[in-house]
Every structure is written in C-alpha cells, then in structure tokens.
C-alpha cells in the first residue's frame, strides 16, 4: 500500500505486503529528518533518521528515502505486521532543537 | 533507565481552572521539550528549557501559558485559565543534550480535555 501526493491521512495495507508512507517538507534549508511512530494513547516514537547529505538509509524492516529536489520524504516498511498500526509522523529539525511535525498517516494493518 | 515520565497522563479541568502538568525526564537530561498535538495533527512546538533557563518559548501562546524546569524536580507547563480550546494532548521530550545531534525522546503524554 502507498500514500501518495502530499499528505494522504489513511493508508490500509494487507499483513506482509510493503506499505509506503509519503511525506512532503517545506523548508528546503532544513537538514535532518526523522520518522516517529505514535500508537495510540503513547508518544511519539522514534523510527529512523536521514540528514540531506544522504537519499537513503536503511534500518530494520525500514527505509527512508529523501528526495530534496522536489522536498519529499517516503519511509517504506516491508512486510508490515499488525504491530505496524499507527500513525506515522515525518518531521523536520527547523534548527538544532526544534521539531516540525507533518500531519500524520494513520496506517491500518488488515489481516 | 525509565523514560520520560508525564502526569497526569489524563487531565480534566472546567473553563476558566488551571491547568499543571509535569515532565520529568530521562535519567540524565536536562533539556526538556513540551509539545501540542491538536486532535488528528500533528506535534507543535512550543518551549524548550534547561535546568533554570527558558531556552525558546516561541511556541507559546502570549497569555494564560507558561513553563519552568526548576533546578530539582521536573518540569512544570502551567494554563491559566484554560479555554475549551485548550484541550489537547501536551507532549514533553527530553535529551542529553541541546543540539542537532541529540534525539528528542518523548514521554506518553497528557490529554487535557476542558469542559
């Protein structure tokens, strides 16, 4: 499953196929960018990070792209298990301190 | 090592209460962050203290709202107050550190809901 365009709140993907969660950013100055994962009733939490000296970085079952060309960010997680239903934040650091929250996607794993 | 901490994770308050809610953070950090998250967006920004220090509140609406971090004990986000509007769920974070390299661990949050 994919979320496309700028900022699609809902994405339903079947247990074990790929889900692809996008993310456009606005200021083409900013340099690092994070993924967090907020279940419900908890924080945010921390997933994978990117600084723009680099596309792509890999983790565990995770990947986030950067495209700074057009100012889009994707995290990609393969085979998507249950324990993946959450929403997924992308954020930007606006400076050494301060974090810039997207909306969210809401992923719903169906089994 | 036990995480940020916030209480009450759960918070009610009629108009015109006040509203505290606490933060303390990781075992060894001393910087501190707190948060908004409006029903179905995302977390904004709105202070970021050291032990003593208001490092930026520009986050922070001008009135009814206010933080400290004292030497000893946790952080306190204080609103005066508080509008219907308000409800919200306040979101602390806290790191070693204060620069880009130090990652922001965020506790469970309160959920202020005005009536």
């Known amino acids: 499953g994919e979320s496309v365009g700028l900022h699609l709140p809902t994405l339903s993907v079947q247990e074990g196929d790929n889900s692809i969660i996008n993310c456009a950013y606005s200021?083409?100055?900013?340099?690092?960018f994070i993924w967090y994962k907020q279940e419900s009733g908890k924080g945010p939490q921390f997933i994978i990070d990117?600084?723009?000296?680099?596309d792509k970085r890999q983790g565990q079952r995770v990947t986030v792209l950067l495209n700074k060309t057009v100012k889009h960010l994707s995290l990609q997680i393969a085979a998507t298990q249950p324990g993946d239903s959450a929403v997924y934040f992308c954020?930007?650091?606006?400076?050494?301190?301060?974090?810039?929250f997207g909306a969210g996607t809401t992923v719903t794993v169906r089994a | 090592n036990a995480g940020v901490m916030q209480n009450p994770r759960h918070l009610v308050r009629r108009r015109g209460q006040e509203a505290r809610l606490r933060c303390s953070p990781m075992k060894g950090h001393s910087h501190v962050y707190w948060y908004r998250q409006l029903p179905e967006e995302g977390l904004k920004f709105m202070v970021y203290?050291?032990?003593?220090?208001?490092?930026?509140e520009s986050g922070m609406p001008k009135e009814r709202f206010s933080a400290e971090f004292p030497k000893e004990g946790p952080s306190i986000l204080r609103i005066q107050q508080v509008v219907r509007g308000d409800s919200a769920a306040y979101f602390c974070?806290?790191?070693?550190?204060?620069?880009?390299?130090?990652?922001?661990?965020f506790g469970p949050g309160t959920r202020l809901t005005v009536t």
């Open positions: 203290l050291q032990k003593e220090n208001i490092i930026d």
């Open positions: 974070a806290s790191s070693p550190g204060g620069g880009s390299g130090y990652e922001q661990y």
């Open positions: 954020a930007e650091k606006e400076n050494d301190y301060k974090l810039s």
């Open positions: 200021n083409s100055a900013s340099d690092y």
């Open positions: 990117i600084r723009s000296n680099m």
